[in-house]
């Protein structure tokens, strides 16, 4: 079965400083891999997919994300914070075959100090 | 407009009453989910249909039903509604035509509160 870990419940960063949010995943082979972001109050919006291919995924907003096999991780990056980007995010991996059902991390809340 | 409905945004219930969420889409997607978020908890899977005639139960489908009314309306349903069925409820919907895990698109989520 597969699984997704969020080490971070809660990450605080200054206006302008670089993130890194952390994903871990755990699957038989090369999942798909999402990270979502969830703005108060809305539902969840993609920021960007793996599928396969080219290991560092651009996303919108200025997100990357770099798929690191060996180290099972699909960490979430920005080069520079902005205030707007106070958000919930969500790391998740999905299936290649079967059911194609995404299993959801719990969740990273990014606290942007001005 | 949304291309993903809820309906209602916020309701508050008793325990014991039948509760209604409604989901419409108009992306044309055929695969509809209804997730459940807690704190701390992420996105529970509730039930998800690929199709109309396709309805599976997810994670944590105790207490819940759905039913999928055309391709564009998928409601959940709460038989008789008790306290830690408090949750934000969202529906999504995604394509299904390529293949693999699709990107999945959400509504704007329902709040519901039992008392």
């Known amino acids: 079965a597969q699984s997704v870990t969020q080490p971070d419940i809660h990450i605080t960063v200054s206006e302008g400083a670089s993130l890194e949010l952390r994903c871990n995943y755990s699957y038989g082979a090369t999942p798909y891999l999402f990270w979502y972001v969830q703005s108060p109050g809305q539902g969840l919006q993609l920021l960007l997919k793996?599928?396969?291919?080219?290991?560092l995924v651009q996303g919108i907003k200025g997100f990357e994300a770099e798929f690191k096999r060996s180290q099972s991780s699909f960490n979430l990056r920005k080069p520079s914070v902005h205030w707007s980007d106070a958000a919930e995010y969500f790391c998740a991996v999905g299936p290649r075959g079967g059911s194609y059902i995404p299993t959801f991390g719990r969740g990273t809340s990014l606290i942007v100090h001005p | 407009d949304a291309d993903v409905t809820q309906t209602p945004r916020n309701r508050i219930t008793k325990t014991g009453k039948r509760i209604m969420l409604e989901c419409s889409q108009t992306k044309g997607h055929d695969r509809m989910y209804w997730y459940r978020q807690d704190p701390g908890l992420g996105l529970r899977l509730i039930y998800y249909?690929?199709?109309?005639?396709?309805?599976n139960k997810g994670e944590i489908s105790d207490g819940y039903s759905v039913s999928r009314q055309a391709q564009a309306k998928f409601s959940l349903s709460l038989e008789s509604a008790i306290p830690n069925q408090t949750a934000l409820y969202f529906c999504a919907t995604s394509d299904g035509r390529q293949g693999g895990t699709d990107t999945q698109y959400f509504g704007p989520g329902t709040r519901l509160t039992v008392l």
């Open positions: 793996y599928f396969s291919g080219d290991t």
């Open positions: 249909s690929f199709d109309v005639k396709d309805i």
